[in-house]
């Protein structure tokens, strides 16, 4: 468990102005926590860097709220690693992270050959760049591009950086449709299908009933809660991920629900079951 140092309580929150941008730090810290288990599904050696003392009683409280959001970012993380090195063997040489918040892939799994651009917003991302800086982390690792993927032209911003738009791109996109409106991330997706020829885009994604508070047990409330009491407050989810693709005009890869790939020892209570389907990763194509 991530535990609270009673030092430096009283530190700032690098990012305490940060609504979703601030989620980036939890997530940081659940995959800290993962990598000290003894049966470990991902090792973020990097992860608790981003981790101050003053973020700590958050992350206590956000964990007791449910224990088994932990789980699911554990899992998410495995998933999109498995990913991202899935590409890597078809031949994938660009990739791109939106939203990238504190994700590690380009320092942990990236190679020769192989360029990594990570939007986000500017707070996190220069937090993050000063992080790894301090702790001895090649700064070049990944180019980052500060804007908004959703209000600014990102394709604007990613090229004058370098991004190769005839290129073949894998997208990952973790951690993020939750809080953005349905429309938006539709539009989103056919930008995407106009700029780039040749892509892959993986993401997680909540059910519309959870979203609703409508699953029929309180302890998914309660996390709805937990977010939006945060400042980041999930508003899409999807029932019918085929259709989005549809809408999209993309191809639906994969579409898994976590509770179908996870380990029955992974769950804690049985309640977690019941949490743990209403919550997606899929992968959408331009090009199969
Ligand atoms: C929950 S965190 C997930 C971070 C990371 N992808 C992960 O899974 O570890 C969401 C991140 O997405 C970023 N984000 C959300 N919407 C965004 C947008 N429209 N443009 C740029 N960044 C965005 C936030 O700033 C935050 O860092």
Known sequence: MVSISNTHLTETDPLSEGGVGRTSLLIAAWRADEAERIDPLVIDSIANIFVPPATRRWVEEMTRTSE??????????????DALVAEFKRGVKQVVVLGAGLDTRSLRLGGAGVTFY?????????????????????????????????????WALLKARGFDAGA?????WEGNTMYIPAE??????????AEVPRFRIAFDYLSEELIARDTGFSSAGKLV?????????????????????????????????IVDVMPPSRFRVALDREL?????????????
């Not at 088994?68 to 690693?81: G, K, M």
């Not at 073949?168 to 990952?172: N, S």
């Not at 937990?226 to 999209?248: C, K, N, Q």
């Open 68 to 81: 088994s959001t932990r789980q699911l970012i554990s899992y998410r993380t495995r998933f999109f690693d």
């Open 118 to 154: 990570e939007v986000d917003c500017e707070a996190v991302l220069s937090y993050k760049q000063r992080q790894l800086a301090d702790h001895g982390y090649a700064a070049e690792a990944s180019v980052y591009v500060p804007g908004d993927y959703i209000r600014d032209d990102v």
């Open 168 to 172: 073949e791109t894998f997208f990952i």
């Open 184 to 193: 938006a991330i539709i539009a989103f997706l056919g930008r995407l299908k």
């Open 225 to 257: 809660a937990g977010f939006e009491s945060a400042g980041a407050p999930w508003v899409t989810g999807f029932t019918d991920i085929a259709r989005l693709a549809e809408r999209a005009g993309l191809a639906l890869v994969e579409d898994k629900r």
């Open 276 to 288: 743990f389907r209403h919550y997606s990763v899929c992968t959408l194509s331009n090009h199969e």
